[in-house]
């Protein structure tokens, strides 16, 4: 019997299969957003040292990334959340930004920020991030106010005392 259950596991960015979802990733979220205002991390940006890549597999095929990107010692960012769209409504976008969580508080991080569309296509990632207990905030790091863009945090601390990353 095929194991259907997602598993997160460390990104290996040479594999043809995960540089397939990437790429497709890219292409999406720049097909959904205004020209100049699709921030998704294309493989070069996500080889950089201060990225953690993470990719969901379901059975043999990979279903999902996500990325965390360090900011400084006390804030990450998260980046490239991505679900094939095979894999859609089973629950890989929670996994995986439940994973990202769990290593940013690991690592000692106490916030995460986040850049996501404002456009339609962008409405599903949007309830996801508030199920988890994300807020709109002001543009962070280098990112300037935009139209197209909506700006999320989340205080780890808080979601901690909440007694799991999701609020319930």
């Given at each position: 019997m095929?194991?259907?259950?997602?598993?997160?596991?460390?990104?290996?960015?040479?594999?043809?299969?995960?540089?397939?979802?990437?790429?497709?990733?890219?292409?999406?979220?720049?097909?959904?957003?205004?020209?100049?205002?699709?921030?998704a991390?294309?493989?070069?940006?996500?080889?950089?040292?201060?990225?953690?890549?993470?990719?969901?597999?379901?059975?043999?095929?990979?279903?999902?990334?996500?990325?965390?990107?360090?900011?400084?010692?006390?804030?990450?960012?998260?980046?490239?959340?991505?679900?094939?769209?095979?894999?859609?409504?089973?629950?890989?976008?929670?996994?995986?930004?439940?994973?990202?969580?769990?290593?940013?508080?690991?690592?000692?991080?106490?916030?995460?920020?986040?850049?996501?569309?404002?456009?339609?296509?962008?409405?599903?990632?949007?309830?996801?991030?508030?199920?988890?207990?994300?807020?709109?905030?002001?543009?962070?790091?280098?990112?300037?106010?935009?139209?197209?863009?909506?700006?999320?945090?989340?205080?780890?601390?808080?979601?901690?005392?909440?007694?799991?990353?999701?609020?319930?």
């Amino acid at each position: 019997m095929k194991d259907l259950r997602i598993r997160i596991l460390q990104a290996d960015l040479d594999d043809p299969r995960i540089v397939e979802l990437i790429e497709n990733h890219v292409v999406a979220a720049r097909g959904q957003t205004a020209p100049g205002s699709a921030h998704a991390l294309g493989l070069s940006g996500l080889r950089s040292s201060d990225v953690s890549v993470w990719v969901a597999n379901r059975g043999e095929d990979v279903v999902g990334t996500g990325a965390l990107k360090r900011l400084s010692e006390v804030e990450g960012e998260v980046k490239s959340m991505y679900t094939s769209p095979s894999a859609r409504r089973l629950g890989v976008a929670s996994i995986m930004l439940d994973h990202i969580i769990d290593a940013a508080r690991n690592e000692g991080l106490r916030r995460l920020n986040l850049e996501t569309g404002s456009w339609p296509y962008f409405d599903p990632a949007r309830a996801l991030y508030a199920a988890f207990g994300f807020v709109e905030c002001d543009p962070f790091g280098e990112y300037r106010e935009d139209p197209n863009s909506v700006f999320m945090t989340l205080n780890i601390e808080d979601s901690l005392a909440r007694g799991s990353s999701r609020s319930n």
